[in-house]
């Protein structure tokens, strides 16, 4: 059966210990499922009965590329203009619960495993017509353009519709739940499910320029952070800069899976934003 860990809030009692995992880096933030408490909560112009943690976002020394939310929307609650940002494109992935989602005029109904591709400058709109909250994860990220690329259109699926990709000569135990074809030029991003089965791992540090931001949906293991090891588990979140060493191995019991964003198929900028030049 697949799960999908998302926060419930609450507070902490006035006798827990204070010391916790959470770890800030030049290199790696890991923010355990402990700091997703009600304190740290947000709520967004244009939203109702909306609440969020929001665990990326563009800033010096952290996230480059994207943000990214852990929605909370109550009965009733939603919004006829959810994106404020010309030019984003986003993604959304459902954990918990229902939501009633149209784009550009064409009506879905999400639940757990959902996934939808938002592309920039689409009308879209969000509402849980349900009696219960709904939780899901918002990526976004500005789309970049390429010349003589199409734009990529709105897509709407779920993760048990997609067969996942295992990594070659791991008998199964490392596989990717891909929703877009790596070589689709018109994607900017990818976010994939990556799935670990008990004694899988990332045999070697992946060293490379895409920046990640990985929530640990099931189970647990222990992650590789630049020079770090550190336990991960359901709740967690991992943000990881551009060329961060990363590698993992997933003891069990169960299988280990992580929401994964990556920006790719673009070239590196080498004037404005981000880079040297001028």
Same mark, same amino acid.
């Given at each position: 059966?697949?799960?999908?860990?998302?926060?419930p809030g609450g507070l902490p009692p006035q006798s827990a210990l204070m010391t916790q995992r959470a770890v800030f880096t030049p290199a790696y933030a890991f923010i355990p499922k402990g700091?997703?408490?009600?304190?740290?909560?947000?709520?967004?112009?244009? =939203?109702?009965?909306?609440?969020? =943690?929001?665990i990326a976002r563009p800033m010096?020394?952290?996230? +480059?590329?994207?943000?990214?939310?852990?929605? +909370?929307?109550?009965?009733?609650?939603?919004?006829t203009a959810p994106e404020p940002e010309s030019g984003a494109e986003g993604v959304i992935f459902m954990t918990e619960g229902e939501i009633w989602l149209s784009i550009d005029g064409k009506e879905h109904d999400l639940g757990p495993?959902?996934?939808?591709?938002?592309?920039?400058?689409?009308? =879209?709109?969000?509402?849980?017509?349900?009696?219960?909250?709904a939780r899901f994860h918002w990526v976004r990220k500005l789309y970049e353009a390429a010349p003589g690329v199409p734009a990529p259109e709105a897509f709407v699926t779920n993760e048990q519709n997609i067969a996942p990709n295992a990594m070659p000569e791991t008998q199964g135990k490392w596989a990717t739940t891909r929703f877009v074809e790596p070589d689709d030029l018109r994607h900017d991003m990818h976010v994939n499910i990556v799935t670990f089965q008990p004694g899988g791992l990332i045999p070697f540090e992946e060293t490379h320029?895409? +920046?990640?931001?990985?929530?640990?949906? +099931?189970?647990?293991?222990?992650?590789?952070?630049n020079q770090d090891w550190v336990e991960v588990e359901a709740g967690d979140f991992m943000w990881l800069r551009a060329f961060c060493p990363q590698a993992c191995y997933a003891a069990g019991p169960g299988r280990f899976r992580y929401l994964l964003y990556k920006d790719v198929n673009r070239h590196a900028k080498l004037r404005g934003t981000g880079a040297f030049g001028r």
């Open positions: 059966m697949t799960t999908y860990y998302a926060p700091c997703f408490s009600d304190i740290v909560t947000s709520a967004l112009p244009g =939203w109702t009965n909306t609440r969020l =943690w929001l010096s020394g952290f996230s +480059e590329t994207f943000s990214q939310y852990v929605m +909370e929307v109550g009965p009733g609650g939603g919004s495993g959902g996934y939808a591709y938002l592309p920039a400058g689409c009308v =879209w709109q969000v509402r849980n017509a349900r009696s219960a909250p320029v895409m +920046e990640h931001g990985l929530y640990v949906l +099931e189970g647990k293991a222990v992650y590789k952070l």
